[in-house]
């Protein structure tokens, strides 16, 4: 049961429902929660880290139930937000001495804080200011104060928010890491190339309901949407076709091109992530119109 993240028929509402009767099951790896604005995300991760009550329903962690036992509950996670909580006065050696002694650990904090910097690769700037970090390493001393109490489950909410793509793919290198070492990594992420780049599973959230579930390869592969692009030759579209990305079916299409269009360049455009959650976060109104 470690590192298990259990949602048996979980509801929140605040007037109308945000999560509806939601089932999920998440053991190991980097599982990332993907939706709109307003889909729920916020409310989950609130209620998995008990700081919401769920209305119906049962969430457990490490087989904790987090209404029941929110003490033990929080014991079995920890948890980053896009801002971080570093003090800017301190040394990052000296903030994290300071959580590990906040969080019980005595003496062993500072064995603890040398063990994550040289895992981050901070141990030469953990004796200075915070203050002097850039993003990137503010980023990393973060993720490395949540690992302090040596969690079963990480929640990372919008990990590399404003980071530059050096900083970004550092942590995702580390978050990649954590979840090598054992952790469950819970992402929630707008960003759809992190989700793709990190998650070994995808769910996508819409009106506080799971609608698809799985790797970024079978979310994108169930949508369809496989087009044959025709273009001149300065570059611009002039038209696309529906295919079902065999090779059959491009050689059928190729054939039926009439003799204005021999000439055009043509290329095969597979569905992307973006193409994927574009279908499955639309409205019913939205496909209807």
């Known amino acids: 049961m470690h590192g298990t993240i259990e949602l048996d028929g979980i509801s929140k509402a605040y007037r109308e ?3 509806d009767h939601l089932d999920l099951s998440v053991d190991g790896g980097v599982f990332a929660l993907l939706g709109p604005n307003g889909a729920g995300k916020t409310t989950l991760v609130s209620i998995l880290t008990t700081l919401v009550r769920p209305d119906q329903g049962r969430a ?3 087989g904790i139930d987090v209404v029941g036992d929110p003490q033990g509950a929080r014991r079995r996670f920890a948890a980053t937000g896009q801002e971080t909580t570093l003090d800017d006065l301190l040394t990052g050696r000296e903030n994290l001495i300071m959580l590990g002694r906040l969080l019980g650990l005595g003496r062993a904090s500072a064995l603890r804080a040398d063990e ?16 002097t970090y850039s993003g990137g390493m503010r980023r990393r001393l973060d993720l490395a104060a949540t690992l302090i109490s040596q969690p079963e489950v990480l929640f990372l909410d919008e990990p590399t928010t404003g980071l530059d793509p050096v900083s970004r793919r550092r942590v995702w290198d580390d978050v990649r890491e954590l979840a090598g070492s054992g952790s ?3 992402l929630t992420t707008q960003t759809l190339d992190e989700a793709e780049a990190l998650a070994d599973r995808i769910a996508v959230l819409r009106d506080g309901r799971i609608v698809a579930d799985g790797t970024a390869e079978e ?3 169930s949508i369809g949407g496989h087009r044959l692009v025709l273009s001149d030759r300065e570059g611009r579209e002039v038209r696309d076709i529906d295919i079902d990305g065999s090779a059959a079916s491009v050689r059928h299409a190729l054939a039926q091109l009439p003799e204005s269009e021999q000439d055009l360049q043509v290329a095969l455009r597979s569905p992307t992530l973006d193409d994927a959650f574009v279908a499955f976060t639309q409205s019913s109104q939205e496909v209807a119109a």
């Open 219 to 221: 979310l994108t592969a």
């Open 184 to 186: 469950t990594v819970f």
């Open 116 to 131: 994550l910097l040289e895992q981050f690769d901070l141990a030469l700037a953990g004796r200075r200011t915070v203050s």
């Open 17 to 19: 429902p945000v999560i």
């Open 60 to 62: 457990r962690l490490g």
